[in-house]
């Protein structure tokens, strides 16, 4: 334990803290801006500086480890003044036109700006001369370098957490920004789209592209039938952005506040996660028997689910051998899509040209993903508006509704029933968790042997699990898999992600199925989701998830009366042919860079 | 523009593929190349197994490693306080008329480009021109036009 003092109190912290941890320890908060809990230290912004007492310059207190009989100052005049010149400095290259960004009043920067109140500004203003460049050419985000200041979270969180590296820091000294390869645009390299760097950016820099005028369009117009869905990490999540701590279940109130908004029917994207587990398991069981039993080689093991967009976009640039091991459903979202304007719009008589399809999800390359050429199934496009979690609270608070005295209701039915098999999908090792409650049952007509069905092993926030479940005593169309082990992996994050596919494509592991979430926790830590972010904002939503999963009556998709009777009315049988024809899909071969 | 075939592979093999490896290996295409491609920097992201965004963000910070297209023969005029004072402009304008080129520019026949660089260390000399690696100092507009007519010669 190394003892120092802070601002004349006395602390004691483990060797290797930083003065920045030290002095929260102590209560004393000192202004941060490259600093995030999630990634590596940069020290860059310099907004952290801080006086030791007998040091000659000022330190960064987030990159400055603590030393016995330390004495620091957080905020003596040396310290306020230094203080203020960099946030003023920060501010002479960032464009400040607050009133007109996406991300007033939730902009680390102008709540600095705002806290050192500056009057005239002693600086130039260096933006106006400088030829900044908006990148709009992603559906999912902006990039907007005159709002940069350079701090490389994104850069950081692209390279730590993601193992992308789609954007990184190009050129010098003035001239220094952050770009893609050769400065291509955002949608012409390998940028995922997962967002997690828009969750990160502490200014207006990158920010998701916003589709909330539009909806609102549709939903005024009188002509349209405007269905929404909400993916089960949103109903976790949402609360955050409107006064709710970390980890509160508001999915009623939720339901409440959609219908509020005028949306005509409230629909549950944990419906078509209970298809894809269906169609998902059917695919796994298929390729098993193919590969294992008949020897034949057409079909690929191990099989890597296919709801994360990011994950795709992934996959088709960094490890295109490996696209025929994906399996070939839809994610939730596009199945969603693709059945809103067929099954539901014939069930309902609606003319689905008329049908306007909106989804809430935590995500921002479901926005990307509603945009590939490849999700118009239904003849339209399948998915007309995606919008984040932050999106949502968004149009909640311009609605002027007051969310805390909402009264919770139910979600509609067709396409709104769902069990807790979908609403695990939110979090990593979920959709692993309801496969196997369901693939399990199939296979052996028992339930899978844990606990409550809580699949614990596939649980938790460990970067890539491994579980193995033994099969016995199968029912007769299954009895090649008795005594069987199926060998299953689950990884979050996409540097766990690269992890486990290096390791598939070099054969080195023995997999029959994985799991793979773009996001750190999986949805539920999706770069759509309200800001901030860190391991124990992640752990919070997920424990919220679990506990939504066992607050409901079915916990296995197989038993949702809904998919029971969409196969029975419309689909006929899981990997059918209107199936294939309608939640299943094909993945395209990308560039490297 | 170039093929970079096996070199960057066999530069892989000469430097190694960590990450310190990519200084000498992006230095060794462009004293073959001049400059580097797309391709050569994806060839070297893929060789060491980084980003290319990381290879053109090294590759953009040196000015030496230049990431657009160059003539044979590079002419960087020193733009620093010391040539600027002692005619700079005149020997920029000087080339600019020989090879019917402007600052950035590179000839048809790309053998020439013509660049301002940072100083280069020749104040007690200047003006100052830097052509590929060789320094030409002192000079006066009849002087460089003479420099310059030995280049198109060779």
Redesign the interface.
């Given at each position: 334990m190394v003892t120092l003092k802070i601002n004349d109190q006395e602390v004691k912290v483990a060797a290797g803290t930083t003065v920045l941890d030290a002095a929260k320890k102590l209560g004393v908060n000192i202004p941060t801006l490259c600093n995030h809990p999630d990634l590596c230290v940069a020290g860059n912004c310099r907004v952290c500086v801080v006086e030791q007492t007998g040091a000659r310059t000022l330190i960064a207190a987030c990159a400055m480890p603590v030393s016995e009989g330390m004495d620091i100052h957080t905020n003596s005049l040396k310290v306020r003044n230094a203080r203020k010149h960099i946030v003023e400095l920060l501010l002479s290259e960032h464009r400040a036109d607050c009133t007109k960004c996406y991300k007033n009043q939730k902009c680390e920067l102008q709540t600095l700006a705002n806290e050192y109140s500056f009057g005239e500004h002693i600086f130039l203003d260096l933006v106006e001369d400088h030829p900044y460049a908006i990148d709009r050419s992603s559906p999912a985000f902006l990039k907007d370098d005159s709002k940069c200041i350079r701090c490389q979270r994104c850069v950081r969180t692209c390279?730590q957490l993601q193992h992308?590296?789609?954007?990184?820091?190009?050129?010098?000294g003035s001239h220094m920004k952050i770009?893609?390869?050769?400065d291509r645009p955002m949608s012409h390299?390998?940028c995922t789209n997962c967002g997690q760097c828009v969750n990160r950016c502490p200014t207006g820099a990158l920010t998701e592209k916003t589709y909330i005028d539009q909806v609102w369009d549709a939903i005024y117009d009188t002509d349209k039938h405007v269905v929404v869905q909400t993916a089960p990490a949103v109903r976790v999540a949402l609360g955050e952005d409107l006064g709710y701590d970390p980890g509160e279940r508001v999915t009623g109130k939720m339901v409440t506040a959609l219908r509020q908004l005028g949306f005509d029917s409230v629909l549950d994207t944990d419906f078509t996660a209970d298809l894809t587990i269906m169609e998902e398991g059917t695919e796994l069981l298929t390729r098993l028997k193919k590969v294992l039993v008949e020897n034949d080689h057409s079909m690929a093991l191990p099989m890597f689910t296919s709801c994360s967009p990011g994950w795709i976009k992934f996959i088709e640039h960094k490890y295109p051998k490996m696209l025929p091991n994906l399996s070939t459903c839809k994610s939730p979202q596009q199945m969603f899509g693709a059945l809103a304007k067929t099954f539901y719009a014939q069930k309902r008589n609606i003319d689905p040209s008329k049908i306007v399809s909106v989804s809430i999800m935590p995500c921002t390359a479901k926005k990307y993903e509603a945009d590939r050429p490849e999700m118009r199934s239904s003849g339209y496009k399948d998915i007309d508006f995606v919008l984040t979690t932050r999106e949502l609270a968004v149009m909640i608070k311009q609605a002027g509704i007051d969310f805390r005295t909402l009264e919770p209701t139910h979600y509609d039915s067709l396409m709104g029933t769902s069990t807790g098999a979908g609403v695990i999908f939110g979090a990593t090792g979920g959709v692993m968790e309801a496969a196997l409650r369901t693939a399990y049952e199939i296979v052996t007509g028992k339930p899978v042997p844990f606990n409550n069905l809580n699949i614990t092993p596939v649980r938790g926030m460990d970067g890539v699990k491994e579980a193995t479940i033994k099969i016995e005593g199968t029912v007769d169309e299954w009895k090649f898999l008795e005594g069987a082990e199926l060998k299953v992996a689950i990884a979050h994050g996409l540097v766990n992600a690269n992890k486990v596919a290096k390791a598939v494509s070099k054969g080195k592991v023995n997999y029959h199925f994985i799991e793979i979430m773009a996001c750190p926790g999986g949805c539920l830590g999706g770069g759509g989701q309200p800001i901030p972010t860190s391991a124990e904002i992640r752990q919070k939503r997920m424990e919220a998830i679990y506990s939504e999963d066992m607050h409901m009556d079915l916990r296995k998709s197989h038993e949702n009366p809904e998919v029971l009777a969409i196969y029975k009315e419309f689909l006929e049988k899981p990997n059918g042919h209107k199936s294939h024809e309608l939640l299943h899909t094909h993945y395209i071969e990308r560039?490297?860079? | 523009m170039y093929h970079t075939g096996n070199l960057v592979k066999e530069l892989a093999e000469k430097h190694g593929r960590k990450r310190e490896s990519l200084m000498p290996i992006l230095q060794d295409i462009v004293k073959k190349h001049n400059y580097l491609t797309d391709d050569a920097m994806v060839a070297v992201a893929t060789e060491l197994d980084i980003s290319a965004a990381e290879v053109y963000g090294t590759a953009s910070f040196y000015t030496f490693l230049d990431t657009e297209e160059r003539g044979k023969n590079i002419i960087r005029v020193c733009k620093t306080i010391t040539c600027s004072m002692k005619g700079k402009n005149d020997i920029v304008s000087t080339i600019e008329d020989i090879l019917k080129i402007k600052v950035g520019e590179t000839t048809p026949d790309k053998m020439f480009t013509l660049l301002e660089t940072n100083c280069i260390g020749w104040c007690h000399k200047a003006p100052a021109i830097l052509i590929n690696d060789m320094p030409y100092t002192d000079l006066t507009p009849e002087t460089v036009i003479d420099v310059i007519k030995g280049y198109m010669r060779k």
């Open positions: 390279a992308v590296s789609a954007i990184a820091v190009s050129h010098k770009s893609s390869f050769h390299v390998v560039e490297s860079y | -």
